[in-house]
Protein backbone atom coordinates (compact mmCIF):
# COMPACT_ATOMS: atom_id res chain seq x y z
CA UNK A 1 0.00 0.00 0.00
CA UNK A 2 1.10 3.23 -1.23
CA UNK A 3 0.28 6.80 1.24
CA UNK A 4 1.84 9.92 -0.81
CA UNK A 5 1.30 13.68 -0.07
CA UNK A 6 0.54 16.15 -1.52
CA UNK A 7 -1.97 15.61 -4.26
CA UNK A 8 -0.86 13.30 -7.26
CA UNK A 9 -1.88 10.18 -9.45
CA UNK A 10 -0.34 7.54 -9.45
CA UNK A 11 0.06 4.33 -12.38
CA UNK A 12 1.00 0.96 -11.81
CA UNK A 13 3.71 -0.39 -14.19
CA UNK A 14 5.54 -3.86 -14.95
CA UNK A 15 8.82 -3.49 -16.37
CA UNK A 16 10.50 -6.06 -18.71
CA UNK A 17 11.29 -8.39 -15.89
CA UNK A 18 8.01 -7.91 -14.17
CA UNK A 19 9.21 -6.07 -11.08
CA UNK A 20 6.07 -3.39 -10.26
CA UNK A 21 6.76 0.35 -10.91
CA UNK A 22 4.78 3.10 -9.63
CA UNK A 23 5.03 6.23 -11.90
CA UNK A 24 3.38 9.08 -9.46
CA UNK A 25 2.75 12.49 -10.56
CA UNK A 26 2.43 15.06 -8.53
CA UNK A 27 -0.09 17.65 -9.31
CA UNK A 28 0.76 20.61 -7.29
CA UNK A 29 3.99 22.98 -6.42
CA UNK A 30 5.28 21.65 -2.64
CA UNK A 31 8.63 21.72 -1.34
CA UNK A 32 7.96 18.32 0.37
CA UNK A 33 7.29 14.90 -0.42
CA UNK A 34 6.19 12.05 1.54
CA UNK A 35 5.71 8.44 0.10
CA UNK A 36 4.47 5.62 3.53
CA UNK A 37 4.92 2.36 1.66
CA UNK A 38 3.57 -0.51 3.57
CA UNK A 39 3.75 -4.58 3.51
CA UNK A 40 3.09 -7.77 4.85
CA UNK A 41 5.25 -10.27 4.28
CA UNK A 42 4.79 -13.85 5.34
CA UNK A 43 8.41 -15.05 6.64
CA UNK A 44 9.40 -19.00 5.72
CA UNK A 45 12.28 -20.22 8.25
CA UNK A 46 14.12 -21.94 4.74
CA UNK A 47 17.32 -23.48 4.42
CA UNK A 48 18.95 -21.55 1.96
CA UNK A 49 21.29 -24.55 1.02
CA UNK A 50 18.47 -26.90 0.45
CA UNK A 51 18.80 -27.16 -3.49
CA UNK A 52 20.02 -29.26 -6.31
CA UNK A 53 21.54 -28.54 -9.57
CA UNK A 54 21.73 -30.18 -12.67
CA UNK A 55 24.80 -32.78 -12.78
CA UNK A 56 26.31 -30.56 -15.67
CA UNK A 57 26.88 -27.78 -13.76
CA UNK A 58 28.59 -28.55 -10.94
CA UNK A 59 31.86 -27.82 -11.92
CA UNK A 60 33.26 -24.88 -13.37
CA UNK A 61 33.97 -23.83 -15.77
CA UNK A 62 30.77 -25.31 -17.71
CA UNK A 63 28.24 -23.79 -20.49
CA UNK A 64 24.56 -23.12 -20.39
CA UNK A 65 22.52 -25.78 -22.68
CA UNK A 66 21.82 -23.35 -25.89
CA UNK A 67 18.03 -22.76 -24.77
CA UNK A 68 18.95 -21.63 -21.18
CA UNK A 69 21.99 -19.63 -22.96
CA UNK A 70 19.01 -17.58 -25.51
CA UNK A 71 17.58 -16.28 -22.35
CA UNK A 72 20.16 -15.51 -19.65
CA UNK A 73 22.46 -13.81 -22.61
CA UNK A 74 22.03 -10.19 -21.60
CA UNK A 75 22.82 -11.58 -17.83
CA UNK A 76 25.71 -12.70 -18.82
CA UNK A 77 27.18 -9.05 -20.59
CA UNK A 78 29.60 -7.29 -18.70
CA UNK A 79 27.97 -3.60 -18.14
CA UNK A 80 30.86 -2.32 -16.88
CA UNK A 81 33.48 -3.12 -20.17
CA UNK A 82 36.24 -1.04 -19.22
CA UNK A 83 36.80 -3.03 -16.06
CA UNK A 84 37.48 -5.81 -17.58
CA UNK A 85 41.33 -6.25 -17.24
CA UNK A 86 41.17 -5.06 -13.15
CA UNK A 87 38.45 -7.87 -12.72
CA UNK A 88 40.50 -10.68 -14.43
CA UNK A 89 43.36 -9.79 -12.98
CA UNK A 90 41.42 -10.35 -9.37
CA UNK A 91 40.13 -13.30 -9.90
CA UNK A 92 43.06 -14.77 -11.10
CA UNK A 93 45.54 -13.25 -8.35
CA UNK A 94 42.85 -14.88 -6.06
CA UNK A 95 43.16 -17.90 -7.93
CA UNK A 96 38.81 -17.83 -8.32
CA UNK A 97 39.84 -18.71 -12.55
CA UNK A 98 40.75 -22.60 -12.01
CA UNK A 99 38.31 -25.75 -12.41
CA UNK A 100 36.56 -26.22 -9.11
CA UNK A 101 32.86 -27.12 -7.70
CA UNK A 102 30.82 -24.17 -9.37
CA UNK A 103 28.88 -23.63 -5.62
CA UNK A 104 32.39 -23.51 -4.10
CA UNK A 105 33.42 -21.04 -6.53
CA UNK A 106 30.84 -18.40 -5.69
CA UNK A 107 30.98 -18.71 -1.96
CA UNK A 108 34.64 -17.68 -2.17
CA UNK A 109 34.02 -15.01 -3.83
CA UNK A 110 31.27 -13.88 -2.12
CA UNK A 111 33.11 -14.45 1.04
CA UNK A 112 36.53 -13.08 -0.35
CA UNK A 113 35.02 -9.72 -0.79
CA UNK A 114 33.09 -9.79 2.58
CA UNK A 115 36.23 -10.10 3.95
CA UNK A 116 38.74 -8.48 2.06
CA UNK A 117 36.92 -5.20 1.47
CA UNK A 118 35.71 -2.77 3.69
CA UNK A 119 32.07 -1.99 4.10
CA UNK A 120 30.81 1.93 4.15
CA UNK A 121 27.69 3.99 3.75
CA UNK A 122 27.90 5.94 0.71
CA UNK A 123 25.11 8.69 0.55
CA UNK A 124 26.19 9.59 -2.92
CA UNK A 125 23.48 8.95 -6.24
CA UNK A 126 24.47 5.66 -7.97
CA UNK A 127 26.76 2.56 -8.08
CA UNK A 128 30.39 2.87 -8.03
CA UNK A 129 31.86 1.19 -10.63
CA UNK A 130 33.64 -2.66 -9.79
CA UNK A 131 37.10 -0.73 -10.94
CA UNK A 132 37.10 1.79 -8.17
CA UNK A 133 35.46 -1.10 -5.74
CA UNK A 134 39.04 -2.82 -6.54
CA UNK A 135 41.06 -0.17 -6.17
CA UNK A 136 39.50 1.54 -3.17
CA UNK A 137 39.11 -2.14 -1.78
CA UNK A 138 36.03 -0.51 0.03
CA UNK A 139 32.17 0.17 -1.09
CA UNK A 140 28.98 -0.25 -0.07
CA UNK A 141 26.30 -2.83 -0.32
CA UNK A 142 24.89 -2.06 -4.00
CA UNK A 143 28.83 -1.90 -5.19
CA UNK A 144 30.01 -5.42 -3.78
CA UNK A 145 26.65 -6.64 -5.31
CA UNK A 146 27.65 -5.02 -8.76
CA UNK A 147 31.10 -5.84 -8.25
CA UNK A 148 30.12 -9.94 -7.42
CA UNK A 149 27.62 -10.07 -10.60
CA UNK A 150 30.16 -8.06 -12.66
CA UNK A 151 32.81 -11.24 -11.88
CA UNK A 152 30.12 -13.60 -12.31
CA UNK A 153 29.72 -12.49 -15.94
CA UNK A 154 33.47 -12.85 -16.37
CA UNK A 155 33.49 -16.27 -15.25
CA UNK A 156 30.27 -17.11 -17.75
CA UNK A 157 27.58 -17.12 -15.09
CA UNK A 158 24.59 -15.43 -15.58
CA UNK A 159 24.43 -12.73 -12.64
CA UNK A 160 21.93 -10.05 -11.60
CA UNK A 161 21.65 -7.53 -9.49
CA UNK A 162 19.00 -7.34 -6.18
CA UNK A 163 17.93 -4.68 -4.26
CA UNK A 164 15.95 -5.13 -1.12
CA UNK A 165 15.95 -5.20 2.44
CA UNK A 166 17.49 -6.77 5.04
CA UNK A 167 15.18 -8.07 8.25
CA UNK A 168 17.36 -9.14 11.61
CA UNK A 169 16.63 -9.40 15.22
CA UNK A 170 18.37 -6.42 16.95
CA UNK A 171 17.33 -7.73 20.72
CA UNK A 172 14.30 -6.51 21.64
CA UNK A 173 13.31 -4.22 18.71
CA UNK A 174 13.27 -5.41 15.27
CA UNK A 175 15.35 -3.90 12.45
CA UNK A 176 15.84 -4.16 9.00
CA UNK A 177 17.56 -1.77 6.16
CA UNK A 178 17.56 -1.27 2.13
CA UNK A 179 20.40 -3.48 1.07
CA UNK A 180 21.48 -4.93 -1.81
CA UNK A 181 22.93 -8.30 -3.52
CA UNK A 182 23.22 -10.54 -6.13
CA UNK A 183 21.89 -13.71 -7.63
CA UNK A 184 23.67 -16.28 -10.42
CA UNK A 185 21.43 -18.68 -12.17
CA UNK A 186 22.51 -22.47 -11.30
CA UNK A 187 20.56 -24.81 -13.89
CA UNK A 188 18.44 -27.08 -12.01
CA UNK A 189 18.63 -24.75 -8.77
CA UNK A 190 17.53 -21.48 -10.62
CA UNK A 191 18.33 -17.64 -9.51
CA UNK A 192 20.58 -18.29 -5.92
CA UNK A 193 21.09 -15.30 -3.73
CA UNK A 194 24.78 -14.64 -2.68
CA UNK A 195 25.63 -11.58 -0.10
CA UNK A 196 28.76 -10.27 -0.63
CA UNK A 197 28.47 -7.85 2.46
CA UNK A 198 28.46 -10.14 4.49
CA UNK A 199 29.42 -13.05 2.73
CA UNK A 200 26.50 -15.57 3.23
CA UNK A 201 24.39 -16.94 0.53
CA UNK A 202 20.63 -15.06 0.78
CA UNK A 203 18.27 -16.91 2.94
CA UNK A 204 15.07 -15.47 4.56
CA UNK A 205 16.38 -12.73 6.35
CA UNK A 206 16.99 -11.21 2.57
CA UNK A 207 13.39 -9.26 1.10
CA UNK A 208 13.68 -8.82 -2.28
CA UNK A 209 11.90 -6.06 -3.98
CA UNK A 210 13.30 -5.87 -7.35
CA UNK A 211 15.81 -7.58 -9.87
CA UNK A 212 17.86 -6.23 -12.64
CA UNK A 213 21.10 -6.59 -15.40
CA UNK A 214 22.40 -3.00 -14.39
CA UNK A 215 22.94 -1.85 -10.94
CA UNK A 216 21.60 1.59 -11.88
CA UNK A 217 18.29 0.58 -13.00
CA UNK A 218 16.28 -0.25 -10.01
CA UNK A 219 16.60 2.73 -7.55
CA UNK A 220 13.69 2.62 -4.71
CA UNK A 221 12.94 6.50 -5.35
CA UNK A 222 13.69 7.84 -9.20
CA UNK A 223 12.59 11.37 -10.45
CA UNK A 224 12.73 14.72 -11.74
CA UNK A 225 11.49 18.28 -9.74
CA UNK A 226 11.39 21.64 -10.81
CA UNK A 227 13.30 24.63 -8.31
CA UNK A 228 15.69 27.11 -8.95
CA UNK A 229 19.68 26.44 -9.15
CA UNK A 230 20.05 27.07 -5.65
CA UNK A 231 17.49 24.43 -4.34
CA UNK A 232 19.04 20.81 -3.25
CA UNK A 233 16.93 17.90 -2.85
CA UNK A 234 17.14 16.63 1.07
CA UNK A 235 16.15 12.91 1.15
CA UNK A 236 15.27 10.85 4.67
CA UNK A 237 14.28 7.52 4.55
CA UNK A 238 12.74 5.74 8.09
CA UNK A 239 12.20 1.95 7.94
CA UNK A 240 10.39 -0.21 10.48
CA UNK A 241 9.45 -3.88 11.06
CA UNK A 242 6.71 -4.92 13.43
CA UNK A 243 5.92 -8.71 14.15
CA UNK A 244 2.07 -9.40 13.24
CA UNK A 245 0.53 -12.06 15.36
CA UNK A 246 -0.41 -15.25 13.93
Known sequence: ML???????V????????????VVAIAQPTDLLRIASTVIIQHYDENPFDFR??????????????????ELDPFLQPVYPNDRGMIIRWLE?????????????LDRINRGIAVGFSYQIREEQGVQSPGST????????????ALFTEACRHLGLASRFVTGYLFTWAGDADYASTHAWAEVYLPGAGWKGFDPTSGEVTGDRHIAVAVARHPEAVPPVAGDFVGTTQQRPLLSVILRVSQIAA
Not at 93 to 105: A, E, I, V
Request: include cysteine; glycine fraction near 4%; hydrophobic fraction near 30%.
Open 3 to 9: DISPSHT
Open 11 to 22: QWKRDILDNSVA
Open 53 to 70: MDDYALMHPFAYTESDRV
Open 93 to 105: DSGWRQPTLTFTL
Open 134 to 145: LQQRSGSCRDFA
